[in-house]
């Protein structure tokens, strides 16, 4: 009952709206409002992944003088 109530509300102010200027209306807000709390939520998660990652690294504990040989050459991929 209340739908239809507010739906007779709205339909003279539609009326009022010049019919060749197009808006996004309501719709558009809602899904910009969802979609920008979507962005916020998702930056937040990469934000609390990203102070878990340790970004120093860590020191090499041999040495060349200590293991007596060259460092080995990467092996081409075969593929």
Known sequence: MSASLALTHL???AKEVDENK???GVLGFIVFAVMAVAVWGLMK???KHMQKVDFKEAP???????????PAEPKPHQG
């Open 11 to 13: 339909v003279p102010l």
């Open 22 to 24: 197009v808006t996004p």
């Open 45 to 47: 998660s990469m934000n």
């Open 60 to 70: 090499d504990t041999k040495t060349k003088a200590e293991t007596g040989a060259a």
